[in-house]
């Protein structure tokens, strides 16, 4: 099952616990999904990787908003954007650890021939590809960073 199916049967599933605030996620999920299949050029159809960029910039929208929410003391705004994140990120793949991540940073970087920190937008261009959803882009910028410093 696709994660297109896979959101709209939790749909439904969510309809009938009536719960509120993972409706809503979903929903909102679903919608942007459409709009991708829709798009000119979609063929009508969405790979799980472009669905999962999809949940990926979702999950960071509904994070900053929240970050703004807080900075304004309207934590009751703040506390639901968190938790329709915390409902899209269980369709995203595992996190990887800062451990894991410096790993497989480290494969990236002898895969590329990267000696030094000029050679950063090499590695970002790959690490950026293929950590896709696994782990944020600013985590894996400043990882880099140190290792080519380091």
């Known amino acids: 099952m ?3 199916d896979k959101v709209s049967e939790d749909i439904k599933k ?9 409706l809503e996620a979903l929903r909102g999920a679903k919608k942007e999904f459409l709009e991708a299949k829709t798009a000119k050029g979609a063929n009508g159809e969405l790979s799980d990787e472009n ?26 705004l703040a506390d639901n954007e968190l938790a329709e994140a915390a409902v899209l990120e ?8 800062p451990e894991e991540l410096d790993a ?12 030094g920190p000029r050679d950063m937008g090499k590695v970002m261009g ?9 782990a944020e882009g600013r985590a894996i910028s400043e990882a880099v960073k140190n290792l080519l410093n380091s």
């Open 90 to 97: 269980e369709y995203l793949p595992g996190q990887l650890s």
């Open 51 to 76: 669905a999962t960029k999809i949940l990926v910039k979702m999950v960071k929208q509904r994070k900053e908003s929240a970050r703004i929410y807080q900075e304004n003391n309207r934590q009751e």
């Open 126 to 134: 790959v690490a950026s590809k293929r950590l896709a959803g696994r």
């Open 14 to 22: 969510a309809m009938l616990a009536r719960e509120k605030v993972r």
């Open 2 to 4: 696709n994660l297109f």
């Open 104 to 115: 497989e940073l480290k494969a990236i970087i002898a895969e590329t021939g990267a000696t």
